[in-house]
Each structure stands twice: as C-alpha cells, then as structure tokens.
C-alpha cells in the first residue's frame, strides 16, 4: 500500500501477519487501544498518543493527531494503484454534491464564493477546531452551488457547509 502524508511524504507500507514494514524496513510497534479513537503507541522507546480525528473510507484518507500534531494521511492500496496504472482512475471519481464539517468547530474564513469552479485540492474554508486550525479542501473538481456557513459561525461535525452543482 502506498501512503502519503501531508501531501508531501510518501511510503510504501506492507502489512503480513501482524508484521509491518514501511519502504522495506520493519517496524516494530507496541500499541494500545484506548478506546473512543485514540490509541497509545510506543516506537522506538517513544511514546506517541494518537487520535484519529476523521476518517473517510470511501475516499480511503484520515486525518490523524499524532502527540498534538494533526496530519492528513491518503492511501492507495493495490487495486487503486492498477486502476491508475490503466487510466481508469479518473473514471471512478466520484461527483461531489457537498461538503461537511469532519468535526466540530468554528468558521475562520471562506475562501470560496457561489457560482466559483474549484479544483480538486483546492482549499474551500479554514475550520478552529480544538485550537488548531483546519484547512478543508475540495475532494474533486466541481462548481461551487450554495455556501451554507460564514465567518464565525459554529458548526457541528457532518453539518453541510457547502454544495455543488
């Protein structure tokens, strides 16, 4: 499976029986679930708390806290890494009709306005949540319908904030 985090650092993860090596090394973890999304890791002699903070498995992406430390990881496994070595990837993009909140937060700004074209990647809004501010970006291309937040608003996790045509 291919990992990317960030955007910016990729990694080849294989998991075996229980065994895990990332671009070729093993790696050795000693974990611990906590429960409600958040799990204790040692590595390294490290200790490392994780929450996972959103997740979407349709879009195989996460967003994940690490000791306080948000990332955004993406994955590709197999079938997604033959499906693009066929050109057929783009074929199974999927259309969006709307955006919502991963989490509960505050609006600090709308970076879009109604009737916009966005690209995939393309940030729409920037989310306060827990005191660290999240900048949500378009999962695909599309013409931006009807924006339902504005600055300062308060939102709840999966209220819509935005939808397209």
């Known amino acids: 499976m291919k990992v990317k985090v960030n955007e910016h650092h990729n990694f080849n993860v294989e998991i075996n029986n229980n065994l895990m090596s990332v671009n070729g090394s093993e790696v050795i973890l000693d974990s611990r679930s906590l429960g409600n999304n958040h799990t204790h890791v040692i590595y390294n002699n490290k200790s ?38 066929l050109g057929m990837d783009s074929a199974l993009a999927s259309k969006v009709s709307e955006i919502k909140a991963p989490m509960p937060g505050l609006v600090l700004s709308v970076l879009v ?51 397209f045509q």
């Open 48 to 85: 490392y708390n994780v929450e996972v903070v959103s997740e979407n498995k349709a879009d195989k992406t996460s967003i994940i806290k690490v000791n306080g430390t948000t990332y955004t990881i993406e994955m590709e496994d197999q079938y997604d890494q033959l499906l693009k070595q």
């Open 113 to 163: 306005t109604e009737g916009q074209e966005v690209s995939k990647g393309d940030s729409l809004l920037v989310l306060e949540a827990m005191k660290m501010e999240n900048v949500i970006k378009s999962p695909a291309s599309g013409i931006i319908k009807k924006i339902l937040i504005n600055k300062s608003d308060k939102v709840e996790k999966n209220e819509i904030l935005i939808q």
